[in-house]
């Protein structure tokens, strides 16, 4: 099944820290979102495969929008 | 000859014989604030020139305080008028976005109760024998706002002015150590892992035009001791939500914050001299400010709690945290905490506009305390 992780909070992609292809498991940091002056982690909400990214980093991301997309079960 | 040499040389040494132990102490003190400021970056633009400003006004017979010394020409014509405090929230006006608390219009009442603080430690302070007027001063630490202490405490116990704002300042710098143990504490590992959503809201430039115009015109007919505090900080943010005089908007946040934080920083710290600083009282003072934080954050946790029962648990209690006025630490803390409990629980937001509630309501807080006082007589 295919999960899709979106941006719980607006602001700007600080770091990518997987690819496409890669395997993650729940909870693991996918990415960080630069919020308030604030780094946040943000993590994986299923344990699968990375199968596609929405952003890069530098982008501006608002409430909502695709960061990425799990296949569950890798 | 050789006796002019030796008067020469006894005017090299006379500063070390006029050098009493409560100058050693608090060059020592001064040096602490240094320390902290540089290497432990608690609130460094502030604790930097504070601590150097220690130093300054306890080396003997220099009279940096004394009329005409340059020190005491800056705190004359800064703090005594009290123009620093203003110009400082022109530019926290100009830097703080308060549209976190429009879109969440409960936040307020948590920007309300993470005031309580100030007026419990004003209680207990009056109980411990300090005069009307000193307490008032000290239960304002409990607004966990600088300008806002320095404000009222020059005002109205200017010889407590040193105590209490090293205690606000350190104080503030402390949130993310102070906060957290209280808000375990005060919640339920349940309560804890609320998550709440971000939403997409978006607020209306003319509403955020709005707000400073209301807030002033209706916070000033309500409280208008406290004028000044609010007027300066919802001109700068008018002055930034209209977009129409950007080059104000940014000098005010940078180049004047700056220049008034470094006159502000420095005349704070001569007045910790040490004949004046080193008494019992500030101790009591220190330990009554730390209070007045605590008491702060478990008023918002508990109000948060209120509204995790009326929200039938969609509200999670610990944004009750961040209605205090240090802004945006209080914030982070909250953040920090929720995703301790539950890793995808994102509070930043919703803490954003509680922590906005609180610089607001700070200074509403502090400006109806002056009128109420004024109203019983008092000031």
Do not use: W
Not at chain 2, 101 to 129: D, K, M, R, S, W
Not at chain 2, 146 to 172: D, E, F, N, Q, R
Not at chain 2, 260 to 271: N, Q
Request: charged content about 15%; proline content about 5%; hydrophobic content about 50%.
């Amino acid at each position: 099944m295919k999960i899709e992780l979106t941006s719980p909070i607006p602001g700007k992609i600080m770091k990518v820290l997987v690819s496409v292809g890669e395997v993650v498991n729940e909870d693991d940091e996918v990415m960080k979102i630069e919020s308030m002056k604030m780094e946040n982690p943000i993590y994986a909400p299923a344990a699968g495969t990375i199968i596609t990214i929405g952003v890069k980093e530098n982008d501006e991301v608002e409430v909502d929008d695709l960061l990425l997309v799990i296949e569950e079960g890798g | 000859m050789l006796e002019a040499f030796a008067n020469g040389f006894s005017g090299l040494l006379a500063g070390f014989m006029h050098l009493q132990i409560s100058n050693v102490v608090m060059i020592i003190v001064g040096c602490v604030l240094l320390y902290l400021g540089i290497k432990k970056d608690f609130e460094p633009l502030l604790l930097v020139p504070i601590g150097f400003g220690c130093i300054l006004v306890n080396i003997p017979l220099a009279n940096l305080m004394e009329p005409h010394g340059f020190l005491r020409t800056i705190y004359d014509a800064g703090i005594m008028t009290e123009l620093f405090p203003l110009l400082i929230f022109v530019g926290i006006g100009a830097m703080t976005d308060f549209s976190p608390v429009l879109e969440n219009p409960v936040t307020f009442l948590l920007g309300a109760a993470g005031q309580c603080g100030i007026f419990l430690t004003l209680g207990l302070a009056l109980a411990l024998g300090f005069t009307e007027l000193d307490a008032v001063a000290i239960g304002v630490i409990g607004a966990c706002d600088g300008p806002t202490a320095i404000y009222v405490t020059a005002k109205y116990a200017p010889h407590l002015l040193g105590a209490v704002s090293v205690a606000a300042y350190s104080y503030m710098s402390l949130v993310p150590v102070i906060q957290p143990p209280i808000m375990r504490a005060l919640t339920t590992e349940k309560e804890r892992t609320v998550v709440m959503r971000a939403t997409r809201k978006s607020v209306s430039k003319t509403t955020r035009i709005l707000f400073p115009l209301v807030i002033t015109i209706l916070g000033g007919l309500i409280a208008p001791m406290g004028l000044p505090l609010l007027g300066t900080i919802m001109l700068g943010n008018l002055m930034r939500e209209s977009g129409a005089v950007e080059r104000l908007t940014k000098a005010s946040a940078n180049e004047i914050a700056n220049v008034v934080t470094l006159l502000l920083g420095i005349s704070i710290g001569a007045t910790m001299d040490g004949k004046i600083f080193l008494q019992p009282q500030t101790l009591i003072i220190l330990a009554l400010g730390f209070i007045a934080i605590c008491l702060d954050t478990a008023c918002g946790v508990l109000l948060g709690k209120v509204l995790y029962i009326t929200s039938k648990g969609k509200i999670n209690p610990l944004i009750g945290a961040a209605g205090i006025s240090a802004f945006p630490m209080s914030a982070r803390v909250v953040m920090k905490e929720g995703q301790r409990y539950n890793k995808k629980n994102y509070l930043l937001m919703h803490a954003m506009g509680a922590n906005a509630a609180g610089q607001i309501g700070s200074v509403i807080a502090a400006a109806v305390m002056l009128s109420v006082l004024k109203g019983m007589g008092i000031i």
